[in-house]
């Protein structure tokens, strides 16, 4: 399992090499492995060591659109549960955490800083409300960290200024949170208006984000676009690498990899590390009977 220094230098080896990395770059599948559980819908993917953890939203009442909004809300909450699943490379079901709380059981994107995996968990509603949770992996054991008036979709903890980063719904908007010594968020009741700042990327919605150090985060996603007036829709994934402190992509990656049945890989959460030569991606694109693919793709940069 890495510590904080061990994944913020694995963090600045994915960002060099991502950056090289082009339209023109060969992605080359290595292995899909069926999960042997129902994933329901996941959200996001941390690899710690040769165990994966996977945020997912069990819906159990589907959400319904008001005919006008109701209190500033397009739709009713719905009903689910959340959940952060633990499992080995084989696919193996090891363990099943809980969160949530209520109408907040849709958990968004995760990130692992060395010791903790942060999740947030919100309602299944844009302009909503969130929980943010940390979690100890070892012991499967969550605890709450601060609520925020926004649906918060993603999170990632910045430890080299001690701040923790979200994207709203559709990740249309980022946050930032200041971290106390003690690990108290110092600024949880600033009104969303005041902190949010405005994405200016708009290609791709971001599903998962990881933190990789120099104040950077890595971002995956998609979209859905339609091709001419009578043409159908079809969705676009992406991988952007995200400056925090100008809340602004610096490198974008379309990325054209798709399942059989016509997922982008990016459709859900994502994992990434680097190899001797370049990258290897993990993708968990579909719901419910997932398969997690590998992928790896070169850079001609060796290992450092």
Same mark, same amino acid.
């Given at each position: 399992?890495?510590?904080?220094?061990?994944?913020?230098?694995?963090?600045?080896?994915?960002?060099?090499?991502?950056?090289?990395?082009?339209?023109?770059?060969?992605?080359?599948?290595?292995?899909?492995?069926?999960?042997?559980?129902?994933?329901? +819908? !996941?959200? #996001?993917?941390?690899?710690? $060591?040769? @165990?994966?953890? /996977?945020?997912?939203? %069990?819906?159990?009442?589907?959400?319904?659109?008001?005919?006008?909004?109701?209190?500033?809300?397009?739709?009713?909450?719905?009903?689910?549960?959340?959940?952060?699943?633990?499992?080995?490379?084989?696919?193996?079901?090891?363990?099943?955490?809980?969160?949530?709380?209520?109408?907040?059981? +849709? !958990?968004? #994107?995760?990130?692992?800083? $060395?010791? @903790?995996?942060? /999740?947030?968990?919100? %309602?299944?509603?844009?302009?909503?409300?969130?929980?943010?949770?940390?979690?100890?992996?070892?012991?499967?054991?969550?605890?709450?960290?601060?609520?925020?008036?926004?649906?918060?979709?993603?999170?990632?903890?910045?430890?080299?200024?001690?701040?923790?980063?979200?994207?709203?719904?559709?990740?249309?908007?980022?946050?930032?949170?200041?971290?106390?010594?003690?690990?108290?968020?110092?600024?949880?009741?600033?009104?969303?208006?005041?902190?949010?700042?405005?994405?200016?990327?708009?290609?791709?919605?971001?599903?998962?984000?990881?933190?990789?150090?120099?104040?950077?985060?890595?971002?995956?996603?998609?979209?859905?676009?339609?091709?001419?007036?009578?043409?159908?829709?079809?969705?676009?994934?992406?991988?952007?690498?995200?400056?925090?402190?100008?809340?602004?992509?610096?490198?974008?990656?379309?990325?054209?990899?798709?399942?059989?049945?016509?997922?982008?890989?990016?459709?859900?959460?994502?994992?990434?590390?680097?190899?001797?030569?370049?990258?290897?991606?993990?993708?968990?694109?579909?719901?419910?009977?997932?398969?997690?693919?590998?992928?790896?793709?070169?850079?001609?940069?060796?290992?450092?």
């Amino acid at each position: 399992m890495l510590n904080s220094s061990g994944a913020l230098a694995q963090g600045r080896l994915i960002s060099e090499r991502f950056k090289q990395l082009t339209r023109a770059s060969q992605w080359r599948m290595t292995a899909s492995v069926p999960v042997n559980f129902n994933t329901h +819908h !996941p959200q #996001g993917m941390v690899k710690i $060591g040769e @165990f994966f953890y /996977v945020s997912s939203v %069990e819906v159990t009442q589907p959400t319904k659109r008001f005919a006008q909004p109701q209190n500033g809300f397009d739709r009713d909450t719905g009903a689910g549960r959340g959940h952060l699943f633990k499992f080995d490379a084989q696919g193996k079901l090891l363990a099943d955490l809980p969160l949530g709380e209520g109408a907040i059981y +849709h !958990p968004g #994107g995760i990130d692992y800083d $060395g010791k @903790f995996i942060w /999740v947030p968990v919100a %309602e299944y509603r844009p302009n909503s409300h969130s929980i943010i949770y940390r979690v100890d992996p070892a012991a499967m054991k969550a605890t709450e960290v601060f609520r925020y008036s926004d649906h918060i979709g993603g999170i990632v903890h910045n430890t080299e200024n001690h701040t923790l980063h979200g994207v709203s719904w559709g990740s249309r908007s980022f946050y930032r949170w200041t971290l106390n010594p003690q690990g108290r968020v110092t600024n949880a009741g600033t009104p969303p208006e005041k902190l949010r700042r405005q994405n200016p990327s708009f290609y791709i919605d971001y599903q998962d984000c990881k933190f990789l150090g120099r104040g950077e985060m890595l971002c995956a996603g998609l979209s859905n676009y339609q091709s001419g007036k009578a043409g159908g829709r079809f969705s676009l994934g992406g991988l952007e690498l995200v400056d925090l402190a100008a809340n602004r992509a610096i490198h974008q990656l379309p990325l054209d990899l798709w399942t059989e049945s016509g997922f982008p890989m990016t459709q859900n959460p994502f994992w990434i590390e680097p190899t001797e030569r370049g990258l290897r991606a993990w993708f968990l694109p579909e719901d419910r009977q997932s398969t997690l693919y590998v992928f790896e793709v070169n850079t001609g940069s060796g290992s450092k």
